[in-house]
């Protein structure tokens, strides 16, 4: 089992451009998320899906899109980075009605914008 | 979910036990107490969880106050390799909605 697996793994970005974060998990769990994490801060949520075909906002939704493309896949978009989304990205995922919903996490994507 | 307070950050010698405070005194009846834990920038990773019981699992140990406005973590024979921020998260429905991280404790074990 790979677990939970991102990719890139890093990237650059000019202001701007747009990018795709990929995540996949292989655990046939139904919830996933995506926080980001900047320096000396806790994770924050950007936006999760309870089940395929849903997804809801979390506390820092605005400047990104989510696609969950099927059970295993939950991507994240930034259609115009700006230098403000820099930050690590991790994404999660978590068996849904599971007694206690222990999420686990993915490897994180460094991104920067410049 | 409730707001929970941790030192920034703690020292503990190499074998020695660490113990991790967490105070969260607006918890509510139904709200479960969440240990995760942070090596090195790396995704976090889940250490255990409560309700009002003491819990204990091959990683560690969760001391929970009767009132259940504070808990510890315990680190029963630390290593170096326990050097990492960790977190006490506070979750009515274990995170199924997402978690809520602070800066956690940052815990240094010492050689």
């Known amino acids: 089992n790979a677990g939970v697996t991102q990719t890139p793994k890093f990237q650059v970005l000019k202001t701007g451009q747009s990018m795709t974060l990929q995540c996949a998990q292989d655990m046939n769990h139904n919830s996933m998320y995506w926080y980001r994490q900047d320096p000396g801060m806790g994770l924050r949520l950007i936006y999760y899906s309870a089940s395929e075909g849903t997804t809801d906002k979390g506390e820092v939704p605005n400047g990104y899109n989510v696609s969950r493309l099927n059970k295993r896949e939950f991507s994240l978009r930034l259609e115009s980075a700006a230098p403000s989304q820099t930050s690590v990205y991790f994404c999660?995922?978590?068996?849904?009605?599971?007694?206690?919903?222990?999420?686990?996490f993915g490897p994180g994507t460094r991104l920067t914008v410049l | 979910d409730a707001k929970t307070t941790q030192p920034p950050s703690m020292d503990c010698a190499e074998g020695r036990a660490a113990n991790l405070p967490c105070n969260h005194s607006?918890?509510?009846?139904?709200?479960?107490v969440y240990w995760y834990r942070q090596i090195h920038s790396q995704g976090p990773q889940y250490i255990i969880h409560g309700l009002k019981n003491n819990e204990t699992n091959e990683m560690a140990s969760l001391i929970i106050t009767e009132d259940r406005k504070s808990s510890t973590l315990i680190l029963p024979h630390a290593t170096l390799r326990d050097t990492a921020v960790y977190y006490c998260i506070v979750s009515r429905r274990g995170g199924a909605d997402g978690l809520t991280f602070g800066k956690g404790t940052h815990l240094i074990i010492q050689p």
């Open positions: 999660a995922s978590s068996e849904h009605g599971a007694r206690y919903n222990e999420q686990f």
């Open positions: 607006t918890i509510s009846g139904n709200e479960y």
